[in-house]
């Protein structure tokens, strides 16, 4: 039917908000409802909606605002300031991961290239699930939620380098890695220039805008913009997007066009989002010890990230408490996983029985890691 996107979008609105009054009633987070109304909605088990390019481009366009909100609420100075530190949360955080990924799939498969893939497909972060998380619980401005969106950058590079691998299996050179290497250079000489003169540009109209009527409109055009030359040169169109955010957050009126913004993406975009995630999962038809397999490989997910990044929070100077909430808060998989899934399934490294596997554990990864999250933040809070 020509027009059931309309019918679609209608009930995950509906049914989102359901599922987010339940989980906000027995206190779980409330991208929690929008993960499940998905599944509910989805292939899984009613099979009433599936993904569709509208969905897809109207999800899309919901992680974008999500990130750009998110950089409206970091500072420029505390994110400089700390990036050396968010290196090392981030490199150290994709190596654990990678190696007890590795490891832990010699259960399933004795395949080397299954293996390895294994381990770098929970390699990458996706900050946009615990950034939704960090904002509910108004953390996003503090010391973890600032760590976890400076390593997230980070971490999405890495991923970005391991896609390659994935896409090039077989048949990888160093030319390949060098021009990877330079696209995500010239887009982050490109973003700060852009950065720069469009900070002064938007100055200039906020002495004339008085009232922050046009500014809305400017910033999500630029939001976008910058998103799609990410995309362009190779880097995922998040981190265009928070860094458009950076630029407009610490302007004088960022704060009140974050406000005007901030109804419209949680009323519609960022609802569409978390459910085309549970979206994504198609079946739930295994045999016990292909179920087995995933319960352990979802705990090692999980597990490998706090140790990982929460490793290198404690050697960044972070509390023990601090450094299990950013791990935590990156453990996290999405978009970069399902990317590397995809192409890996497009080339024949992997199987469909795989390519379920990594959903499933994706999903349920990411119905896990808010509730972590909100616990660790609960447990510290009395701690203290």
Known sequence: MEYKYLLDIGLILLVVKIFTMITQKIKMPKVLGGL?????????????????????????????????????????????????????????????????????????????????????????????????????MKKIKSSVGLAILGAGVVDDIIGILFLTIIMNSGNLHIATFALIIIKIILFFV????????????????????????????????????????????????????????????????GRKVRK???????????PIFFASVGLNLTTLSFSLPVWGFIIIFTAITIISKIIGNGLGAKICGYSKGKAIQIGIGMATRGEVALIIADEAKKTNLINEEVFSIVIITVMLVTLITPILLHYSFKRNSNQE
Not at 123 to 135: D, G, P, R
Request: charged letters at 15%.
């Open 36 to 136: 499940i109304a998905g599944i509910v909605l989805g292939p899984a088990m009613l099979n009433i909606v599936q993904n569709s390019t509208i969905l897809e481009a109207l999800a899309k366009f919901g992680i974008i605002l999500i990130m750009f909100l998110a950089g409206m609420e970091t500072s420029i100075k505390k994110f400089i300031s700390n990036s050396n530190k968010y290196v090392i949360i981030a490199i150290i955080g994709v190596i654990v991961p990678l190696v007890l990924g590795t490891i832990c799939s010699l259960i399933y498969v004795q395949d080397l290239k299954t293996n390895l893939f294994f381990g770098a497909v929970i390699t990458a972060t996706s900050v946009s699930i615990t950034v939704e998380t960090l904002i509910e």
């Open 190 to 253: 490109m973003a700060i220039i852009l950065g720069l003169l469009l900070f002064k540009v938007f100055e200039k109209i906020e002495e004339k805008d008085t009232k922050t009527e046009q500014m809305p409109t400017y910033s999500i055009a630029f939001a976008l913009i910058l998103s799609y030359i990410a995309e362009t040169l190779g880097v995922s169109g998040i981190i265009g997007a928070y860094i458009a955010g950076l630029v407009i957050g610490n302007t004088e009126k």
């Open 260 to 270: 005007k913004l901030d109804l419209v993406v949680h009323m519609i975009f960022s």
